[in-house]
């Protein structure tokens, strides 16, 4: 089982993300289960907050009170039991909030879509990004200040792009994976990442494997030694340089796969994946 350990800063390539740092946009992540993470999305200046792939009500009301804010819509990327399974106690607790998500998420009173777009609070807008494969329903949350615009944006990307990897596809193909990252990749650079598993150590150990000579992952590696919550640490732009899944067209993953055509060679990394037996980092 892997234990969180409380971070209360942290710090990367110059940025630093913290639930107390002084900006109008803020994001808690709230570990549930093993190693899943809820979060709260927070409008400072209202004090609303949207809670995103709840499952553990009660933790993360316990957080909202601890950060003083008010929960004012429940979020869900996907429907799977460990992302959705607090929906039904979400909306029960808090019966006259909206609650967001795609066709196959259970509890939803708003059905999103991709392009659908709604705010927070008085000022956080959120744009759907819908990434098939995964699951069919799977969307990513694209979120902005529209009151702070020099703040970069974020996403919450649930299953489907993580720290250095990507969910299985138990709905979809590797076209489709492709698709969904090529999608993400269109998000400004600096965009945070925001994603439903703490899967970061695994993640390094097949990038190692699979594109060796990339100094990129060495950093990767250690983000990973000095943090033990690695979401929100990283950025649509440092994806593109350590993600074996997001560099399809490079020689090293086309060597390793033995592939060239784009979603034949996600489906090939994806095999490897479920099969890698090497080390964590």
Not at 79 to 97: M, Q, R, V, W
Not at 136 to 145: E, G, K, L, R, V
Not at 247 to 259: E, F, P
Request: aromatic residues 8%.
């Amino acid at each position: 089982m892997l234990l969180f350990r409380p971070v209360a800063s942290r710090r990367l390539s110059g940025r630093a993300f913290s639930s107390t740092a002084h900006t109008r946009m803020r994001i808690v992540p709230v570990p549930v289960r093993s190693d899943n993470y809820a979060y709260l999305i927070v409008d400072e200046p209202s004090k609303k907050a949207a809670v995103v792939d709840v499952f553990d009500v009660e933790k993360v009301r316990a957080v909202a009170d601890q950060e003083g804010v008010n929960i004012v819509a429940g979020i869900t990327t996907h429907h799977h039991f460990d992302h959705s399974g607090g929906n039904e106690a979400l909306t029960s607790a808090y019966p006259n909030i909206p609650m967001y998500g795609g066709f196959q998420v259970p509890a939803k009173t708003q059905l999103v879509e991709d392009a659908s777009e709604f705010t927070i609070g008085d000022n956080i807008q959120v744009r759907c990004l819908a990434t098939p494969c995964h699951t069919q329903d799977s969307i990513c949350y694209y979120i902005t200040d529209a009151s702070n615009k020099s703040q970069a944006g974020g996403v919450f990307t649930g299953d489907t792009l993580f720290q250095g990897g990507c969910g299985r596809f138990f709905e979809g193909t590797g076209e489709e994976m492709h698709a969904a990252l090529l999608k993400l990749g269109t998000l400004p650079d600096e965009t945070i990442i925001h994603n439903g598993h703490e899967y970061t150590a695994g993640n390094v150990g097949f990038a190692k494997s699979v594109e060796p000579d990339n100094p990129a992952i060495a950093r990767l590696a250690k983000l990973v030694q000095d943090n033990g919550v690695t979401t929100g640490l990283t950025t649509i732009g440092d994806e593109k340089e350590w993600n074996v899944f997001m560099r399809l067209d490079k020689d090293a993953i086309k060597r390793a796969t033995g592939l060239e055509e784009p979603g034949a060679v996600m489906d090939k990394l994806r095999e490897m994946k479920n099969n890698f037996r090497g080390t964590r980092l």
